[in-house]
């Protein structure tokens, strides 16, 4: 929900797990389903573990490296001193990603601004 995982159906235990506590809640109420926890775990064994090596290539595997771009943006009229580099990091997967700004063999922190990961809309 809103692109944040609460509980899941963990093949490797047999049982849902919740990662949020109103996922905690659904999971035990999952749980407690006798019938409803037998035809998940053999829907898993019919359909999941039979697709698995199938679709894992497009799936679990599947990597996109980013396209980078570094950009100058001039000061504005209102911001004396000089310009900006601009680093757009798009178009990659997984989402998990780090970004760092060298000079030299030096990191820099100081005057670096990074924002989250923005959504691109899908």
Known sequence: YN??????????????????????????????????????????????RHNYPIVAPFSVERRVPPSVSISLVPPSGSEPGPGRLLCSVMDFYPAAIQVRW????????EHVVATDVVPNGD
């Open 3 to 48: 692109r944040q995982q609460h509980t899941m159906f963990d093949s490797d235990v047999g049982h849902f797990v919740g990662f949020t506590s109103y996922g905690e809640k659904l999971a035990q109420y999952y749980n407690s389903d006798t019938e409803g926890m037998e035809y998940t775990r053999t829907r898993v064994d019919r359909y999941c």
């Open 102 to 109: 060298f000079q030299g063999q030096q990191e820099l922190s």
